[in-house]
């Protein structure tokens, strides 16, 4: 049984372009396509940056293909033989490296991330910026680029933040000492939600409290029009929130330096 | 209507009725026309192949053949409306629903949208009938909760007319306490009869802001192509005898019927043009923003001598043409490439307001003075705001994109 085609100079090069064709339209799709998503606003450009892998994965099947039926005769003996010889060299050489690209595919269409999420994995927060067929990439905050493999899918915790909308709650949390108006406490915060140049108005707003052996600690959670503000939203929170509890006369618990009192 | 009005025009304008207040469930924005847009579309092709040469019923005009029409002539042909119309319409449509509660205190919301001369309307109407007009409070009086202010509302045997809800209140944490007060003393009946206007930005963040039930509202319904075309027509009309023909540059076809008043506009007897259509859409209806475009498209030929102190001698020019450039030439402000979210947050600001003055944006923005102004010049050059009496606000021309462009960002937006 032959499974080879004969490799002559044509089949190389044939398999050479078809390579470099799929290199070249891969780095095009991931080059164009965020850059087009940044000149849409809100939804449209969460749609077009989720489009960058699903097209990459047809590109690379497409090439696959190509390449499988140059190279072998593509018949089912054939293709039954290649595929179980080139899974037990996987196995045994590249199992994460096989299990991060299976987990890839995977995260097609079960979309646990995708670009433009702001997802924590193992203690990384960041938006993910861009997925690979092995890999996917987050930049921190403070503008780390974040590299994990996608086979933290199977067995690791994955925290998305917003999953695929731009609704993304925040949390801006105070201390006050225990003998306080809760009542005031809660309407003053409710108030620098609402009156937060980057809160998203048409999502709820609301104050969790909750009791702590040094503090009462008071969470106001709210969500920011675009997530991208998330920090400066929270900061806004905490900076007004803060300087409205001082003006209500609020006491806060020992940690607080007593000049803020004044 | 106890509102007088005396002129020609006004009669005919009492049966077309071009100002009518409805609740704001049934407030409906012009929509293009498809089919209409295509048409014009097709015969400015058409337009294009004809064969050099052949005379045309409908000669065009090059633009490069026309000027600009001076800001002193504009006033003859596109003036600044009068106000004194709308607000006897108002006063009927606030009769009629003062009668149905007549025996009970009641205020009412005029909203109005931006641009659209609600507060001006509402002024007029409260000089005409010697209503209380009460002032907005400074933002000193908001932010210290001067509940003084208020009481001008109180212990009044008229109807008070607050004519611009949108400045009593700041988007600070101390500015919203005087407007929930407001509405607090007004539902328990503290306030009596009263009417306040209110901008349609304003209201939809009260409706988050204020915990009590808002008065009935009412709005101006929006100016459709047939009631525009009406109303520039009026418009042109009430200072020149002979009737204004309006051409469009690039077919010469009329842009306004030449004697609509034997139309009626609301059984299709107007035919408008694509130009009216569109600018009726693009300006969701407004009349402020769709006169401020309309100004912009008009054009004169360079021997027509269009001044308001030779009234007598233009006016049988003005039998003749004034020319209304495409809807596609036409320069409309564009958002700069690079908008940040702090330019986003400043004209949502300005909107939610109906304008604001450097130093109050200081206060409300967590941005320093800084950084608005360099803000402001950026969105000035582009044309989306501008300056005036001390106020930033929107422009007429930017308020159609920064409206779409705040909508697709995910702010919180007007409901017309």
Same mark, same amino acid.
């Given at each position: 049984m032959q499974i080879?085609?004969?490799?002559n100079?044509?089949?190389?090069?044939?398999v050479t372009?078809?390579?470099a064709?799929?290199l070249?339209?891969?780095?095009?799709s991931?080059?164009i396509?965020?850059?087009?998503?940044?000149?849409?606003?809100?939804?449209?450009?969460?749609?077009?940056?989720a489009?960058?892998p699903?097209l990459r994965?047809m590109?690379i099947v497409?090439?696959?293909w190509?390449i499988?039926?140059?190279i072998?005769?593509?018949?089912i003996?054939?293709?039954?033989?290649l595929l179980?010889a080139?899974g037990?060299a996987l196995g045994f050489a590249?199992?994460?490296?096989?299990?991060?690209?299976i987990?890839?595919i995977?995260t097609l269409y079960?979309?646990?991330?995708?670009?433009g999420d702001?997802?924590?994995v193992?203690?990384?927060?960041g938006?993910?910026?861009?997925?690979?067929?092995?890999?996917f990439?987050?930049?921190?905050p403070?503008?780390?680029? %974040?590299?994990?493999?996608?086979l933290?899918l199977?067995d690791?915790k994955?925290?998305?933040?917003n999953?695929?909308s731009?609704n993304?709650?925040?949390?801006?949390n105070?201390y006050?000492?225990?003998r306080h108006?809760s009542?005031?406490?809660?309407e003053v915060?409710m108030?620098?939600a609402l009156?937060?140049?980057y809160?998203q108005?048409?999502k709820?707003v609301? %104050?969790?409290a909750s009791?702590?052996?040094?503090?009462t600690?008071?969470?106001?959670k709210a969500?920011?029009?675009?997530?991208?503000?998330q920090?400066?939203?929270t900061?806004?929170?905490?900076v007004?929130?803060?300087?409205?509890?001082v003006?209500?006369?609020?006491?806060f618990?020992?940690p607080?330096?007593?000049?803020?009192?004044h | 209507?106890?509102?007088?009005?005396?002129t020609?025009?006004?009669h005919i304008e009492?049966?077309?009725?071009? =100002?009518r207040?409805v609740p704001l469930s049934?407030?409906a924005v012009?929509q293009a026309?498809?089919s209409?847009?295509i048409?014009?579309d097709?015969?400015g092709? =058409?337009?294009k192949?004809?064969?050099a040469? *052949?005379?045309?019923?409908?000669?065009? *005009?090059?633009?490069?053949?026309?000027?600009?029409?001076?800001?002193?002539?504009?006033?003859n042909?596109?003036?600044?409306?009068d106000?004194q119309?709308p607000a006897?319409?108002?006063k009927?449509a606030?009769?009629e629903?003062?009668?149905?509660?007549?025996?009970?205190?009641s205020t009412?919301?005029v !909203?109005?949208?931006?641009?659209?001369?609600?507060?001006?309307i509402?002024t007029?109407?409260?000089?005409?009938l010697?209503?209380?007009?009460?002032?907005?409070?400074?933002?000193?009086?908001?932010l210290?909760?001067?509940?003084?202010?208020?009481?001008?509302?109180?212990?009044n045997?008229t109807?008070?007319? !607050?004519?611009?809800?949108?400045?009593?209140?700041?988007?600070?944490?101390?500015g919203?306490?005087l407007?929930r007060?407001m509405f607090e003393?007004?539902?328990?009946?503290a306030?009596g009869?009263g009417?306040i206007?209110?901008d349609s930005?304003a209201?939809?963040f009260?409706?988050h802001?204020v915990?009590d039930?808002l008065?009935?509202s009412?709005?101006?319904?929006a100016f459709d192509?047939r009631?525009?075309s =009406?109303?520039f027509?009026?418009?042109?009309?009430?200072?020149?005898?002979?009737p204004?023909?309006?051409?469009?540059t690039?077919?010469?076809?009329?842009v306004?019927?030449?004697?609509p008043?034997?139309?009626?506009?609301?059984?299709?007897?107007?035919?408008?043009?694509?130009?009216?259509n569109?600018?009726?859409?693009h300006?969701?209806?407004?009349?402020?923003?769709?006169?401020?475009?309309?100004r912009?498209a008009?054009r004169k030929?360079p021997?027509?001598t269009?001044?308001d102190?030779?009234?007598?001698e233009t006016?049988?020019?003005m039998?003749?043409t004034? =020319?209304?450039?495409?809807w596609d *030439?036409l320069d409309?402000?564009?958002l700069?490439?690079?908008i940040?979210?702090?330019?986003?947050?400043l004209?949502?600001?300005?909107?939610?307001?109906?304008g604001l003055?450097?130093s109050?944006?200081a206060e409300?923005l967590?941005?320093?003075s800084?950084v608005i102004?360099r803000m402001?010049?950026v969105?000035?050059d582009?044309?989306?705001?501008?300056e005036?009496?001390?106020?930033?606000? !929107?422009?007429p021309?930017?308020?159609?994109?920064?409206r779409?462009?705040?909508?697709?960002?995910g702010y919180?937006i007007d409901q017309?």
């Open positions: 080879l085609h004969n490799l100079q044509m089949v190389i090069i044939k372009l078809v390579v064709t799929a070249l339209l891969i780095t095009l991931q080059r396509l965020p850059w087009i998503a940044e000149r849409f606003s809100g939804r449209h450009r969460l749609y077009v940056l489009s960058v699903f994965l590109i497409v090439t696959v190509m499988i039926s140059s072998i005769e593509p018949t003996e054939n293709l039954v033989a179980g080139l037990l590249f199992k994460d490296y096989a299990s991060s690209l987990a890839g995977v079960e979309m646990p991330y995708r670009l702001w997802v924590s193992e203690g990384a927060y938006e993910v910026k861009s997925i690979g067929m092995r890999s990439e987050i930049i921190t403070d503008d780390t680029v %974040v590299v994990i493999p996608h933290k199977w690791k994955i925290f998305n933040a999953d695929g731009r993304l709650q925040c949390t801006a105070f006050l000492h225990p108006n009542k005031a406490v809660i915060l108030d620098i009156t937060s140049s809160l108005v048409l709820p609301s %104050v969790v009791e702590k052996p040094w503090a600690q008071y969470r106001l969500y920011p029009v675009d997530p991208r503000n920090f400066r939203f900061t806004d929170l905490t007004r929130g803060k300087k409205a509890l003006e209500l006369g609020m006491d618990p020992a607080y330096p007593q000049s803020l009192h | 209507m106890d509102l007088e009005m005396t020609p025009m006004e009492q049966k077309r009725q071009l =100002w207040y049934d407030y012009p026309t498809i209409r847009t048409k014009g097709i015969r092709l =058409w337009q192949l004809r064969v040469g *052949k005379k045309s019923e409908d000669p065009q *005009k090059p633009e490069s053949d026309l000027q600009h029409i001076p800001d002193t002539a504009l006033e042909v596109a003036p600044n409306p106000w119309l006897g319409y108002l009927t606030l009769d629903r003062l009668e149905a509660k007549s025996n009970e205190k009412f919301l !909203v109005g949208l931006p641009q659209g001369g609600n507060a001006e509402l007029v109407l409260a000089r005409t010697k209503w209380p007009l009460i002032t907005p409070p400074s933002a000193e009086q908001i210290s909760k001067d509940h003084n202010w208020l009481k001008q509302m109180e212990k045997d109807p008070w007319v !607050v004519p611009a809800l949108e400045r009593c209140y700041l988007r600070h944490i101390h919203l306490a407007v007060q003393k007004i539902n328990t009946g306030m009869n009417i206007g209110c930005w209201l939809a009260l409706k802001a915990p039930r008065p009935d009412l709005v101006a319904q192509d009631r525009l =009406w109303w027509y009026q418009l042109a009309s009430n200072r020149f005898q002979k204004i023909h309006f051409r469009q690039n077919n010469g076809e009329s306004l019927p030449i004697e008043e034997h139309a009626e506009p609301d059984k299709a007897g107007i035919k408008t043009s694509a130009f009216i569109q600018l009726a859409a300006s969701r209806g407004i009349p402020g923003i769709a006169l401020s475009l309309w912009k008009l030929e021997d027509k269009m001044t102190t030779s009234l007598s006016e049988s020019d039998k003749s004034i =020319w209304v450039l495409p *030439k409309h402000p564009a700069p490439s690079s940040s979210a702090e330019s986003s947050i004209l949502h600001s300005l909107l939610l307001h109906n003055s450097q109050v944006l409300i967590p941005f320093s800084n102004t402001a010049l969105l000035k582009a044309g989306l705001i501008e005036n009496e001390g106020l930033w606000k !929107v422009t021309s930017g308020y159609p994109i920064v779409l462009y705040l909508d697709g960002e919180l017309f």
